[in-house]
């Protein structure tokens, strides 16, 4: 039987001058949490971002968990804000006004790709801030990608 809504939590984060990022996502199925993470070089911020999203939702999928919804809780304004600009990038072709490809390209039609074919929505949360219920999953999975890039870091 498949789970009414999938509450997926998504942190990404890079070390600008280094270009080396770590992502995570902690995925609550009913009562059992999973937490999934990694780690590249070579990478943005907000491409740590987008690859904890799919990465989630990846999972979901790779494991062939059924469900009805889900939510991915982040504080990623690039990430929300890639559904209201949906129609203006694909019409214009993945490129910047000046004829340039965009940034993470590869990613925003993998992302465009899921949310044809999931029931997925991105919800903004507060950065860093345990006021309430989803700020303390956020700030936990926050917590862990600082851990990675810590780790990430020493090992660069």
Request: glycine content about 4%; aromatic content about 8%; hydrophobic content about 40%.
């Amino acid at each position: 039987m498949p789970l009414n809504t999938i509450s997926i939590y998504t942190d990404g984060s890079c070390h600008t001058q280094l270009k080396c990022g770590a992502w995570a996502a902690i995925i609550y199925l009913n009562n059992d949490e999973h937490i999934i993470k990694g780690v590249a070089k070579n990478t943005t911020h907000n491409r740590m971002e987008l690859q904890a999203i799919i990465n989630a939702v990846q999972f979901l999928i790779l494991n062939k968990i059924s469900f009805y919804k889900i939510e991915v809780y982040t504080d990623s304004q690039y990430a929300v804000n890639l559904t209201t600009r949906k129609q203006r990038i694909l019409e214009n072709n993945y490129l910047t006004k000046k004829g340039t490809q965009l940034q993470n390209t590869d990613l925003l039609k993998e992302l465009y790709t899921l949310f044809e074919t999931m029931p997925l929505k991105l919800i903004k949360v507060a950065a860093h801030q345990p006021a309430n219920i989803n700020g303390n999953h956020n700030r936990r999975v926050d917590l862990m990608v600082r851990a990675l890039m810590r780790e990430t870091i020493l090992n660069a």
